[in-house]
Every structure is written in structure tokens, then in C-alpha cells.
């Protein structure tokens, strides 16, 4: 049973530190997601990357916030340094982008909350 | 804009009857529609999804849905509810980008489902 895996699935860091979330995304799959979930913006599309190249990271803090693709094996968000208001559940998604059949299937989320 | 209203942040339905969660769209071109669920403390979980042909999907857990052009709805449906649906559920639509299609999905607000005993 193929799923998304990230680590660590909890994370509590304290203000001014870097702070890496890392994703695994399901074996084939050439499309990545980051999504940000917090209950007054609900979910928020952060970044994407299509085979390991970023599409779109419009929805992301560009002064501290980064997301690659070291390989199709792992795909990683970092927050240097971390806010307060980065607290979030932030997910990683993982696609198969074949034409318009794709859909998006997400891992468990890393929930971080920064102090 | 693209952009897909969920108008109901909770739904309330009692167990064994027929459930409804809301969902329009604003897009251009054909739309390509997505119900996910999402239980406590995990991932959203894929539902079904709506890309071309019958009105009508079906999805996982007894869920389907019904897609109307002329009203650009696309509303979630149960005929006897569970308790165990209870959840979050969400609509999205996938957007069109420069140089056509992307993967890239916009969420709705979310729609807490609640069914009770």
C-alpha cells in the first residue's frame, strides 16, 4: 500500500530556529505539494514541483521559507529562521501528472509549533 | 478567478439518513472536481473525483457525487450516514495555468461533518 511518508510527524522548536520537514512522496509519482493547514486560513498551497523542478511557489514566504526536490525520493520544506505564526499542520502531497487524470495524495502531515 | 465555496462549515445529520455537504466552482474552462475527507489529526484522503462523463461519480465509503453544470455545483452525497463519516471534508478544483493545465488544486474551506447516534 502505497503512501506519502513525512517526518517528523510532530515538531516543537522555539522562535529564531531552522526548522526542516521532510517528505516522501509515493514511488513513481512526478508531481510534490506543500500545503500549510492552520484553522483561520484553512489549507494553503505553498509550493509545487513537477519531476523535481519548482512550478509554483507563489504561496510561499520567499525571506525564509525554501523547498527542493535533492531527488524524486525526498522532497523537503525549511523554515529559517522560524515565527510563531509558522505554526501549522504542513503536508506533502504527491501526484502522478498524466495528463488530467492526476490526483493528489497526501502524507500524514508534521505538526509544528514554534514558541 | 478560479475558486470553489464550500457554504456550510458544519452539516449535522443523524445516522441512517441521507447526507448533503455543498460544493460550487468558479473556473475557466472544463472544471476537474475533488472531494477529500480528512479525520483528526491525519491527511486528507482522496474521495472521488469528477473529470469528464456521467454526472454522477462514485466514490470510496459509499460516497457520490453530482456534478451540474448549469448550476457549477458539485455537492457530496450519502444515502444513509454513518457516524464513523463524521470528518472534515473538502471540495476542490483543479485551476488552469499559464500554458494550460497544471496538477494544482484549490481547496475550499472545509465543511465539518457531524452525524449523530
Known amino acids: 500500500d502505497a503512501r506519502v511518508t513525512q517526518t517528523p510527524r510532530h515538531k516543537v522548536t522555539e522562535m529564531g530556529q531552522e526548522v526542516t520537514m521532510r517528505c516522501q512522496p509515493i514511488?513513481?509519482?512526478?508531481?510534490v505539494f506543500w500545503y500549510r493547514q492552520t484553522m483561520m486560513q484553512g489549507l494553503e498551497l505553498l509550493a509545487y514541483?513537477?519531476?523535481?523542478?519548482?512550478?509554483?511557489d507563489s504561496g510561499m514566504p520567499k525571506d525564509r521559507f525554501s523547498a527542493e526536490m535533492p531527488d524524486a525520493t525526498l522532497a523537503t520544506l525549511k523554515i529559517q529562521p522560524s515565527e510563531p505564526r509558522d505554526s501549522a499542520v504542513y503536508f506533502c502531497?504527491?501526484?502522478?501528472?498524466?495528463?488530467?487524470?492526476?490526483?493528489?495524495?497526501f502524507g500524514p502531515g508534521t505538526r509544528l509549533t514554534v514558541l | 478567478a478560479q475558486s470553489v465555496a464550500q457554504p456550510e462549515d458544519q452539516v449535522n445529520v443523524a445516522e441512517g439518513n441521507p447526507l448533503t455537504v455543498k460544493c460550487t466552482y468558479s473556473?475557466?474552462?472544463?472544471?476537474?472536481l475533488f472531494w477529500y475527507v480528512q479525520y483528526p489529526n491525519r491527511g486528507l484522503q482522496f474521495l472521488l473525483k469528477?473529470?469528464?462523463?456521467?454526472?454522477l461519480v462514485k466514490g470510496s465509503y459509499g460516497f457520490e457525487a453530482e456534478f451540474n453544470k448549469s448550476q457549477t455545483s458539485f455537492h457530496l452525497k450519502k444515502p444513509s450516514a454513518l457516524v464513523s463519516d463524521s470528518a472534515l471534508y473538502f471540495c476542490?478544483?483543479?485551476?488552469?495555468?499559464?500554458?494550460?493545465?497544471?496538477?494544482?488544486?484549490?481547496f475550499g474551506t472545509g465543511t465539518l461533518l457531524a452525524v449523530q447516534p
Open positions: 502531497a504527491s501526484g502522478l501528472n498524466q495528463g488530467k487524470t492526476d490526483t493528489q495524495y
Open positions: 514511488l513513481g509519482h512526478n508531481t
Open positions: 514541483f513537477r519531476n523535481r523542478a519548482p512550478l509554483d
Open positions: 473556473v475557466s474552462g472544463n472544471p476537474y
Open positions: 469528477y473529470i469528464t462523463g456521467d454526472n
Open positions: 476542490a478544483v483543479r485551476v488552469s495555468g499559464a500554458g494550460g493545465a497544471t496538477n494544482k488544486l484549490i
